[in-house]
C-alpha cells in the first residue's frame, strides 16, 4: 500500500518525528544492528517501525495496551504533515507479553488505552469488509478487556487487556487489508 500524506490533527503529535527516525536509524547502521528490541508504549513501537523501514522487522515487549505491535502500520510526521503507509517490513517479527511490565502502569491509563482498543473492536461489528475471522475476534478481544473493570490492580486482569488490545487491532487491521501477520510469532508470559 502506498503512503498516505495527510496533515497532522491540531496539537497532537501523530506518528514519529522524522528527525527522531532518521536518528534511530543511523544509531542502528552505525551500530551494524541486526535486531531492534522495542521495549515500551507506541511512540517506542512506532520508532522501531520506523527503523525498520530500513533494517526488518523489530521485536516488540509492549507495557501499554496499545495493539501497534500487531500490525504492518507505520506513521512518520514531518512538520504539519503525517505520512502513513503499512509494509511488512515493520510488522514486529516477535512480540512478548508479559503482564508483570503493566503493573507500574496507572490504572486510569490502563483503562483509558483498553477503552481505546475496544472502540476498534466493536467497530470491527459493522465494517464493511469484517470478515468470519474479525467479528468472533472483537468479541474475544472486548470480552478480555471487560475484565479490567473487575479487577483493575490484578494481573489476571492486566493479562486480560494484553491478550484483548491486539485482538482488537487485528480485527481492525483484517477489514482494512487481508492478514500479514506471518512473520510474528506472539509469546505470553504466565
Do not use: Q
Request: glycine letters at 8%; proline letters at 9%.
Amino acid at each position: 500500500m502506498p503512503a498516505v500524506e495527510r496533515p497532522a490533527p491540531g496539537a497532537r503529535k501523530a506518528g514519529i518525528p522524522v528527525p527522531v527516525a532518521d536518528e534511530a536509524r543511523e544509531l542502528a547502521r552505525s551500530a551494524c544492528a541486526d535486531s531492534l528490541l522495542s521495549v515500551d508504549g507506541g511512540s517506542t513501537t512506532g520508532t522501531a517501525k520506523a527503523v525498520a523501514l530500513s533494517t526488518g522487522p523489530p521485536i516488540a515487549v509492549p507495557t501499554i495496551y496499545v495493539g501497534s505491535e500487531v500490525t504492518p502500520v507505520w506513521g512518520l510526521t514531518d512538520a504539519a504533515r503525517k505520512t502513513t503507509g503499512t509494509d511488512p517490513r515493520v510488522l514486529p517479527r516477535t512480540v512478548i507479553y508479559d503482564r508483570g511490565l503493566t503493573c507500574t502502569l496507572p490504572v486510569d491509563l490502563s483503562a483509558a488505552s483498553g477503552l481505546n482498543a475496544m472502540a476498534h473492536g466493536v467497530e470491527s461489528f459493522a465494517a464493511p469488509r469484517r470478515n468470519p475471522i474479525s467479528s468472533p475476534a472483537a468479541e474475544e478481544g472486548n470480552r478480555a478487556l471487560a475484565a479490567v473493570l473487575a479487577d483493575p490492580d490484578g494481573l489476571e486482569a492486566r493479562g486480560n487487556l494484553l491478550h484483548g488490545c491486539p485482538s482488537d487491532i487485528r480485527c481492525t487491521a483484517a477489514r482494512a487489508r487481508r492478514a500479514a501477520s506471518t512473520n510474528r510469532r506472539p509469546f505470553a508470559s504466565t
